[in-house]
């Protein structure tokens, strides 16, 4: 038996054949992990999820938009039976100065990293519950850390950091259940 035979892990952003994302996507399903990419139509979450294999799903799902992420979601534990892992990757990143960031720019990125992030969570944690217990995983960055630098500037670094404390949050409004 492999490490995550019958898990079910929904993984945003993991569409991106050189990210994070994929890379777990792969992993997990070596593990025998089933698997749902969930991430933007003109990256092939069909497609990618397919080359895992077929008993894995991609599903096209813009996580600022939380009616997207209810409508990947429940069919995905549906056609699994549940879900026990969230691995919170969806990204975006500008390295736009300060002064130049326009407000389409910044609400972009906020509402990719963070609030995106968030709607998941919304999403899969009543599924987590049913099963009485799971794992959410939510991918930051250093720049949350350090205030941008490598990747990003100020507000990707800002949606960085709102990852952390998220986290912090729900694990300790969550580890009662």
Known sequence: MTLLAGRTAVITGGASLTGIGHATARIFAQH???V????????????????????HLGLVCDVRDKGACCDCVDPIAETFGSIKVLIGNAGVVHGTPVLDISQEEYDEVLDVNLRGNFHMAQVVIPHIRKIKGGSIVLVSSIAGQIGGGVFGRSHYASAKSGIFGLAKALARELAPD
């Open 36 to 55: 749902a990419i969930l991430d933007l139509s003109e990256m092939n979450p069909e497609s990618v999820a397919a080359d895992l294999g077929s008993e």
């Open 32 to 34: 025998g992990a089933r």
